[in-house]
């Protein structure tokens, strides 16, 4: 079993940063790809970011790339996701989650490729 607790979010205003981090305990994910979701109020949970189980290779939505940036520690087992430049489009429930593959390879933007998930913290960005 896995348990992934998220923190770091809050009120900010536009224009502002955030950091979020995502601590992993249970078991080791440093061989998992791991990967950042978020989902607004009436709508569908989307893809953030993603990051290979090395860190070597990451990939964003189109809607934050170039703004948000996605790292982890695999020594401390836990990913974070520097948000700058917020937006209040941006405001959501942030999810971080853990790939199903073992040395996962793809970086998936599907959410039925991640099978263990963070509980969620609250990012409201005000105009």
């Known amino acids: 079993q896995v348990q992934l607790v998220e923190s770091g979010g809050g009120l900010v205003q536009a224009g502002g940063s955030l950091r979020l981090s995502c601590a992993a305990s249970?078991?080791?994910?440093?061989?998992?790809?791991m990967a950042w979701f978020r989902q607004a109020p009436g709508k569908e949970r989307e893809f953030v970011a993603a990051?290979?189980?090395?860190?070597?290779?990451?990939s964003y939505a189109d809607s934050v790339k170039g703004r948000f940036t996605i790292s982890r520690d695999n020594a401390k087992n836990t990913l974070y996701l520097q948000m700058n430049s917020l937006k209040p489009e941006d405001t959501a429930v942030y999810y971080c989650?853990?790939?199903?593959?073992?040395?996962?390879?793809?970086?998936?933007?599907?959410?039925?490729?991640?099978?263990?998930w963070g509980q969620g913290t609250q990012v409201t960005v005000s105009s």
């Open positions: 989650a853990k790939g199903r593959t073992l040395y996962g390879g793809t970086n998936s933007r599907k959410t039925d490729e991640y099978d263990y």
């Open positions: 249970g078991r080791t994910v440093n061989r998992y790809d």
């Open positions: 990051i290979r189980w090395s860190g070597g290779t990451t």
